[in-house]
């Protein structure tokens, strides 16, 4: 991370990537506390300020999940302190539960939660839209369209949430936070509080339905104001040009899709309105707004959230005009926007051709290109643990006579995943954080006669993995649980996690051991293995799966990157061309890009060994060599 961007003076310009800016907008603040869960594409915001925390006194920690992460964001800003939680978009959905208590509680200082969506989707199972959590939640959400507002959003969301005394949450996609642009830097917000929780039984306690009730209605109250303050937000925008037909609503990411067609083929007769200002929608400002227009387009990414509420406000003001958008097919509801899309829409919108040939021409480019390009799975990293885990369990079902449909091996969310493409094919489901250990369950007691297995990583079994042990435990399930434990969370950036043994800060820290965890919740089979040990982690393996109850093999290996950067890699294997027969053997168990098939014999790159030995272990005709 540029930590000299983030300490940078006021009025200064600095190439920023988005998730950067966020961090900066925070420090500016006066942020005292932030904490978030590890996830693309929101990651860089903690590890921005990691590292520049001290510097600032900024407590900052990577929680266990975003659930805890929230949790301790809103303990501070009870406090006075301001807060800020970090997550991608279905972290959201873990967070939800405290989320929702919190808007009828409040807080006293300013709290953000920061929520990146992933339209594409780029690195996440779901194309979720967290806009509309704004109106179940009855909480503020604002959406920046770049770097530049995004730090000065994050500001404003701050003085927002202190003046309403409710959660704010600020809403990004992934082409913000992951754009890099020039951004001008304010002033940084210096806050001295002592913090100091004020005990308000009625307030905070939701045990008693009355209270709950008179805070439902100061919620409302405070949404009411919220109004107000989003109908004047700065970052709200509009063009209107005199005797134009044409209008575009807009926000986030789209805007600057639109400025871009709008800057480029001189259209200089259509009026713009961008919001801001997402949840509550600036009701005023969008009638005035459509008062002059009589076609209008509706450009945002995902749901049809804004056009949905353009056409209840129409309705209200008794007023019909043509609206373009997701419900007639005018824009796609799924993936993410670029220029190409956007510029057919508007072509739509005015009625009249403005791209010439070139987009075809891309077009066809890219298609020969991908006819040309031979086409290559996501592999797993040379040396990477997890090999060897998936081939030892490959083969212990093939020894156990349990390969087909036989055993039903549950996946998880991790880089494990990469574990469904050939050659190992192993898992069957990726579903959602901690969820392969309670379907695994699942199966057992539907009473299926498959063998029940799960596969989940070492953060995702801190994360949510816990609660299902626990349950399998107390239940009685007959499954095998297998950890990929690569003591770090890789999939991300290499974040700690509490098995690390280290926090964001650099704080060492007591390690929090996965088998201690499985033997506390009461589980009798624990096996601890090292997966570049083959032969270990296949027996491990081949007997928890013959063992009658929960039983636990924990692989534990560190990821070949993070051990790379540690130095820990290993001297490279080479092949002996003359013992080498051509059988294929290495290639086809481990999926390792690092083994090269040339001339009807395999090769090593020396450069991308990580010395694993795994293909050294499983050659029949011991020509690898290290």
Known sequence: MRSGALMGNPNQRCLMLGNEAIARGAIEAGVGVVTGYPGTPSSEIIDSLASVAKNYEIYVEWSVNEKVAFEIALGAALSGIRAMATMKAPGLNVALDPIMSAAYSGVFGGLVILVADDPGPHTTQTEQDNRIIGELSLLPI?????????????????EISEELEIPVIVRTTTRLNHTS????????????????????PERFIRASMAWNLQRH????????KAQEIMEDLE?????IKKDSEFGIITS???????????????LKDINILKIAAINPLPRKLIQKFLRNVSKVLIVEELEPYIERNVKEILYDMGKWIKILGKYDKTLPREGEFNPRIVLKAIEKLIRVKLSNNSSSDRSKIISEAKRILPSRAPPMCPGCPHMGTYLALRRALRKLKLTGEKAAVFGDIGCYALSFEPPH?????????GSSIGMAAGLYFSGSKQKSIATIGDSTFFHMGIQPLIDAVQHGANITIIVADNEIIAMTGHQPHPGSGFTVMGQKT????????????????????????LEETEKAITEALQYEGVSVVIARRACAIYAGRLGLAKEPYYV???????????????????LIWENGKVKIDPYLCFGCSLCQQICPFNAILR
């Open 142 to 158: 604002l959406e920046p369209s770049d770097p530049q507002e995004a730090k000065d959003i994050i500001k404003k969301a701050f």
């Open 181 to 200: 642009a020039n951004v001008t830097l304010g002033e940084v917000v210096e806050i001295q509080r002592e913090p100091w929780f004020k005990k308000e």
């Open 217 to 224: 209605k100061w919620l409302n109250e405070q949404l009411e």
């Open 235 to 239: 970052f709200n925008r509009m063009v």
């Open 252 to 266: 986030g990411v789209s805007y600057t899709y639109v400025r871009e067609i709008i800057e480029k083929y001189n």
């Open 425 to 433: 094919r192993a898992i069957w489901t990726e579903h959602a954080m």
């Open 510 to 533: 007591r390690r929090i051991l996965i088998e201690d965890i499985a033997k506390a919740a009461g589980v009798k089979f624990v096996r601890v293995v090292d997966p570049y040990n």
């Open 576 to 594: 002996d061309q003359e013992k080498c027969t051509g059988c294929r053997v290495c290639l086809t168990e481990t999926g390792c890009f690092a």
